[in-house]
């Protein structure tokens, strides 16, 4: 059963500094990883999309490898704003139950 | 576009009341599905469909039902409302099937209480 972690739940730090966020898989057999954004009482927004044979992927500030071997996964944050404040989330394809298995997230709070 | 939409946003049911939650994409897309987030618990599916007229149960299907007549839409219904179903509700939509690695769009969710 695909288990997906996130680690730290939450974590505050000033604005400008960059940073990672950590997600671990425990079945290495994935077809993808997805990041995910999550703003206070709305919807999920898609950040970015890693294929299974793919390193990393580049989107703006943000940047995500995936390390299938070792399962897991970062997001790294350039330059953070006010505005990256949000909850975060990693998700991975469950193929046999046709879903997705999230991670608990990790809260970030940008200081000004 | 305008991706997945989700009506209404909010919701207050009375225990047995039934109602149904919409979910629409404009992205001719073929996979779609439900999943509800519960503090402490994450996101769970409760049901899925990979096309039109195919529907399968996710794991908590219990309490919903769910039809696919179209490929846009895929409406979530609630038989006899209880307590336990309070939640946020959000749609999804790819593509295709989870196997062919399309990404994932989510709606911005039904915010359902039950009292």
């Known amino acids: 059963k695909q288990e997906v972690t996130q680690i730290p739940a939450a974590l505050s730090v000033p604005e400008g500094e960059n940073l990672v966020l950590n997600c671990s898989f425990t079945?290495?057999?994935?077809?993808?990883l997805q990041w995910f954004r999550q703003d206070p009482g709305k919807g999920l927004t898609s950040l970015l999309l890693?294929?299974?044979?793919?390193r990393e992927q580049t989107s703006g500030r943000l940047n995500a490898s995936l390390d299938k071997s070792s399962g897991r996964s970062t997001l790294y944050i350039a330059a953070s704003q006010p505005g990256d404040s949000a909850t975060y989330l990693c998700?991975?394809?469950?193929?046999?139950?046709?879903?997705?298995?999230f991670g608990q997230g990790t809260r970030l709070t940008i200081n000004p | 576009n305008a991706g997945v939409t989700q009506t209404p946003k909010f919701q207050v049911l009375k225990t047995g009341q039934s109602m149904t939650l919409q979910c629409a994409q404009d992205m001719n897309h073929e996979y779609m599905s439900w999943y509800r987030q519960d503090p402490g618990m994450g996101l769970r599916l409760i049901h899925y469909?990979?096309?039109?007229?195919?529907?399968d149960q996710g794991e908590v299907p219990n309490g919903y039902n769910v039809s696919r007549s179209t490929t846009e839409d895929f409406p979530l219904r609630l038989l006899s409302a209880a307590p336990s179903q309070t939640s946020v509700y959000f749609c999804?939509?790819?593509?295709?099937?989870?196997?062919?690695?399309?990404?994932?769009?989510f709606g911005p969710g039904t915010r359902l209480t039950v009292t």
């Open positions: 079945d290495s057999a994935i077809y993808n």
């Open positions: 469909s990979v096309g039109a007229g195919i529907t």
């Open positions: 890693i294929q299974s044979s793919q």
């Open positions: 998700a991975v394809p469950d193929q046999g139950a046709q879903k997705l298995v």
């Open positions: 999804a939509s790819s593509y295709s099937g989870l196997a062919g690695g399309h990404e994932q769009y």
